[in-house]
Structures are given as structure tokens and as C-alpha cells.
């Protein structure tokens, strides 16, 4: 299902924390169905060890209709000189009637990752989903337009990242429900949005913590809408 892809974009929201274990719970909405699941943050770092998770779970109607469909990334690598580096990278899928997981080694001397301990992935990429947006602010990606993580476009690792100007407040207070302090906007290439770039309004606070995400949808039964609980 569409939204439980969504949610994994809510790692954004902890982009500058600076606490050694933090974790956040979003629900989600779709339209006039109201909420339909949730997703849930964890990071520890320990000794320049890191650990982040995120983990999405639909509910009500969307657990009936997606056969309790539920997803799971995980990263674990080390931090140096202020940006994270992956060393695995787990993704994981299970319903009420199947389990699949996909894990990926990293070597960054060699610039491959390995596949399920097996094969070769197709390309090397220095960051995975999850590392990227704590590693965008670092002076090493500032001036970035665009941004190449594992996770992200199937074929090449896209993602897009931008920060809302002035030209972008009058679209915004339609969408958004709370008081803006900075919004970022972010696309990725993926099949599965209802365009072939998915767009998401993320609404920072003045720590840089999300306190909602906004995702035009398509489809006649609306939009999806995310924030903190």
C-alpha cells in the first residue's frame, strides 16, 4: 500500500537531534478514511555507533484490506567526522501470510554493497535511505540539489531535497495544518507515488523535529496526512 511507503520519508524529522536514543510515533490519515496506521522512529547512538529503525503498521480497515501488511528498515554503521556511514542495511516486509528481507553489506573502500551476503548490488552508493537525511545538512552535501541514497529511485538511487521560500506559503497554509517555522519538500523516483515524482511537505519546528508530513494523493479518496502523536 502507498502509505506505508510514505512513511518512511519520517525519518526527516530527526535530522538534528542531538540525543544519544530518541524515539517518535506518527499517525497516519488518508483522506475521509480518517487514520490508518502508524509509523514509529528509533535512533541510539553508542560510542559513534548508530542504530536507526523505522518501522510502519497499518490498522483498522487498512490492516483487513492489506492483510496486516507491515515494513521495517533498519541501518547500523558508525558516525565520523559528523556524517553517517552505513555499514548494513535491512529492509523488511511481513503480512499475516508471508515474510521476505532484504539486507545489504557495505564496503566503501571497494565502493560495492553485497546483497543478502551473495550478490552484488547493481551500484554503489555511499549512504542508504536512512543515513542521507542526517548526512544533507553536513557541509559535504550544503550546496546538493540532488542526492543518491540506497532505497531511494530503483534504477539510480534519486532523491530530491528542498527547503520552502516565501513563494511557497500560500500553497502551504492550504495543506498544512500547524504553524510553520521551515517545511521541506522531498521527491523521490519511485513507481510506487501516484506521480512519477512523489512529492512530501515535511513541517519542521524550530529544532528541526517534524511535527507533521503532507503528501498530495491522486486518487479521489485524498491526501495523505502524518503527524506527531
Do not use: C
Not at 509509523?39 to 547512538?45: H, L, N, P
Not at 535491512?90 to 554493497?113: A, D, G, L, R, W
Request: charged letters at 25%.
Amino acid at each position: 500500500m502507498r502509505y506505508i511507503k510514505i512513511l518512511f520519508f519520517l525519518i526527516f524529522l530527526a535530522t538534528h537531534l542531538q540525543a544519544k536514543a530518541q524515539s517518535a510515533t506518527y499517525e497516519i490519515s488518508y483522506g475521509f478514511f480518517g487514520a490508518i496506521g502508524e509509523a514509529t522512529f528509533f535512533k541510539e547512538i553508542v560510542d559513534n555507533h548508530y542504530t536507526i529503525r523505522v518501522s510502519a503498521k497499518p490498522y483498522g480497515f487498512a490492516k483487513k484490506l492489506s492483510g496486516n501488511h507491515q515494513e521495517f528498515l533498519t541501518s547500523k554503521g558508525i558516525i565520523k567526522n559528523q556524517i553517517y556511514i552505513p555499514h548494513t542495511y535491512t529492509k523488511e516486509v511481513k503480512t499475516n501470510s508471508k515474510y521476505k528481507q532484504n539486507s545489504y553489506t557495505f564496503n566503501h573502500k571497494q565502493k560495492s554493497i553485497i546483497k543478502n551476503g551473495k550478490k552484488r548490488h547493481h551500484f554503489y552508493l555511499p549512504n542508504d535511505l536512512l543515513t542521507l537525511y542526517f548526512n544533507i545538512h553536513h557541509p559535504h552535501y550544503r550546496d546538493a540539489k540532488r542526492f543518491y541514497a540506497l532505497g531511494g529511485a530503483t534504477k539510480t538511487g534519486k532523491v530530491s531535497v528542498r527547503f520552502s521560500t516565501s513563494q511557497d506559503k500560500t500553497e502551504l497554509k492550504k495543506m498544512l495544518k500547524l504553524p510553520m517555522d521551515k517545511v521541506v519538500f522531498v521527491k523521490v523516483w519511485q513507481s510506487f507515488f501516484s506521480m512519477q515524482l512523489g512529492e512530501m511537505m515535511i513541517n519542521l519546528d524550530k529544532k528541526h523535529f517534524p511535527k507533521e508530513i503532507y503528501m498530495k494523493d491522486a486518487i479521489v479518496f485524498g491526501d495523505i496526512y502524518a503527524k506527531l502523536k
